[in-house]
């Protein structure tokens, strides 16, 4: 496909990605912005798909943040739909998903989505844990303030319940109780569009991630841009404040 493939015997575990640059994309064309979505929604699983193909274990897709629901009431419908669909049509393919042997989980608060795209999210969910080889992490109504919040809630309701004590409290407790519990950091997070910032993604988790950013807008990324990031990744000297 490509001259520029990596070599895949040193990945990254986990790749984080903030699909940005729907809307742009878009008005590039003369669409609405709802076309940028699901020219994205698109993107989104072809990327999936072949990071499970080049055997990375953990990718994460920053799909719908807390801040989203501030966008005009038509938009947030039209991305709720393009969720709901690409769930229907996840739960279709049977098949391709055990081929695939990819688990798919949501991050973010289920609270406030809409009650039919929850019991979507939990179907997947429930139907997709038997597998391992991939964990697809889905950052749907999330926020990495909100997690965090939300861990302290937690960690707070097992000190009252005297499930463990303060002295107890360390960063892995953190870890523990954010919706990522169990799996690993991202090693590189990726933005594309043209933008240098987080916006409220994986505050807590991103503490040692390497960055990646690229003008692409999320529509038109590709795999090649996938093996771009892996080749970076493989240059880049992380000394977690060693030496
Ligand atoms: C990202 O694309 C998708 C979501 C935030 C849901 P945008 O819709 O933010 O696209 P731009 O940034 O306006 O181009
Ligand atoms: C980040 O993109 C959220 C998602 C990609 C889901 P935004 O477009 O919402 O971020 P800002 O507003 O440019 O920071
Ligand atoms: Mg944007």
Redesign the pocket.
């Known amino acids: 496909m490509s001259n520029n493939l990596p070599h895949f015997d040193v990945l990254p575990q986990h790749i984080a990605f903030?699909?940005?640059?729907?809307?742009?994309?878009?008005?590039q064309r003369g669409l609405e912005?709802s076309e940028?979505?699901k020219a994205?929604a698109k993107t989104f699983r072809r990327i999936t798909e072949y990071c499970a193909d080049i055997g990375i274990k953990y990718v994460t897709f920053?799909?719908?943040?807390t801040e989203?629901w501030n966008?005009p009431k038509n938009?947030v419908q039209a991305?709720m739909k393009i969720f709901k669909e690409y769930l229907l049509e996840a739960d279709d393919r049977e098949r391709e998903n055990d081929i695939r042997q990819s688990r798919i989980r949501f991050i973010g608060e289920r609270e406030g989505l809409p009650q039919d795209l929850i019991k979507l999210i939990e179907k997947a969910e429930r139907k997709s844990k038997k597998y391992s080889k991939i964990t697809v992490n889905v950052a749907l109504n999330y926020g990495g303030r909100a997690e965090i919040t939300h861990a302290v809630k937690e960690i707070v309701s097992k000190v009252q319940k005297g499930e463990i004590l303060i002295d107890e409290i360390s960063e892995q407790t953190i870890s523990d109780n954010i919706y990522t519990a169990g799996q690993p950091d991202p090693d590189i997070i990726v933005r594309p569009?043209g933008?240098f910032r987080l916006s409220n993604f994986l505050q807590w988790q991103s503490a040692y991630s390497e960055f990646w950013f690229s003008d692409v807008?999320?529509p038109d990324f590709t795999e090649e841009n996938v093996n771009d990031i892996i080749n970076d990744f493989q240059k880049r000297n992380r000394r977690f404040g060693g030496v």
Not at 22 to 27: F, M, P, Q, S
Not at 62 to 65: I, K
């Open positions: 903030i699909m940005d640059g729907n809307g742009r994309w878009a008005k912005r940028g979505h994205g920053y799909a719908f943040s989203n966008r938009e991305l569009s933008e807008l999320w």
